[in-house]
């Protein structure tokens, strides 16, 4: 096998006929095979395995039942699936075109890069099909962001944001990879030095379905940007600093329908606590959550941790009011900034810390089991 053809999917049913269609005659001459990892929710298995039945070259399908990491989970369960190291990822809207694979193939077998990346902006390639002036600026502001935050890495790529490349697998480390969105190029190209190369190419209409872009989306490519440039304790402070924002304001509103500023402070801190727990979940130690201890505890260490920080800042609070005269709010801030570094080291060391090999104790099974029946549908 010469070409494996990744085509990550999600609710594309209308897409398939089209694309194998295409597809198959783009890579005529060329021993490929298509591999769609498909997480939808709607028919595109059944309709992909019809395709599959008459179609020229070999289709598989891997229905996922865990959409582990996204897109770009799915490109990576493609990858390791393919019968090919060189593998071409592209999506199933066609707005990728398929009849430029030959030319990513062509140059991707002169053998001297690892990577060819299909670009909107290199010479001649175009962004035709985003759908409005609205797409185009934000898709323009987010691959300048992106050069920005990585000058060196990305210095030779007009378009890190693709989603339409040919990359030697063998090139990629996936124990280095932490795919959790949409932008699987840029991840790899933001953690690993590789030889590149562009084809310019005209990107396409949707040919039927609706567009996956939302303002969710936009949060995680923020995210994982983050993730990439600064690491886990960026994300953190990200997150420390939104539930700071919010925890002024909430205090800031108590204080206004005459709330004293400790209880204004009480109510706030519980608040963000609560919050702050729910997006570090969610965004910052997500990849360490497995090996840790159970969802309840973590949240019980977090929460315990954070008021017993609360009730040390809080006093400090008082102070800082009532004997230097300094306004309650920025109080609580300059508080709030002081406690962040031992928050973070906390969180990492102790929160998320791995369990410990060997039998665990009568407390931890205790524990364990309690959260394993408070996770468990319909039971408690």
Known sequence: MQLSIIVPTFNEAPNIPELVARVSA????IDAEII????????????VETVAATAPIPVRLIHRAKRTGGLGGAVMAGMEAAAADACLVMDADLQHPPEKIPELYR????????VVIASRYAGGGTSGGLADRTRVLVSSAS???????????LHEV???MTGFFLIDRRAVDPSTLMPRGFKILLEILARRSLRIAEVPFD????HAGRSKASFRQGLHFLAQLTALRFGKMSLFALIGGLGAVANLAIMWVLIQFGVGYIVAAVIAAEATIIGNFVLQERFVFHDMK????GVWSRFAKSFAFNNTEALIRIPVIALLVETWHISSVIAAGMTLVVAFLVRFMFHSLVVYAPRRAGAPSR???????????????GEL
């Not at 990107?203 to 949707?206: H, I, L, Q, S, V």
């Not at 497995?290 to 201890?293: D, I, K, V, Y």
């Not at 407390?363 to 549908?377: F, G, H, I, N």
């Open 26 to 29: 783009a890579v005529e001459g």
């Open 36 to 47: 769609v990892v498909d997480d939808s929710t709607d028919d595109t298995p059944a309709v």
């Open 107 to 114: 140059r991707f077998i002169e053998g001297d890069v690892d």
């Open 143 to 153: 691959t300048a962001l992106t050069k920005a935050m990585f000058p060196i890495r």
């Open 158 to 160: 007009t378009d890190p």
């Open 203 to 206: 990107f396409a209409e949707r």
């Open 290 to 293: 497995h090996q840790a201890s």
């Open 363 to 377: 407390a931890r099974q205790l524990v364990d089991e309690l959260d394993a029946q408070a996770m468990s549908p």
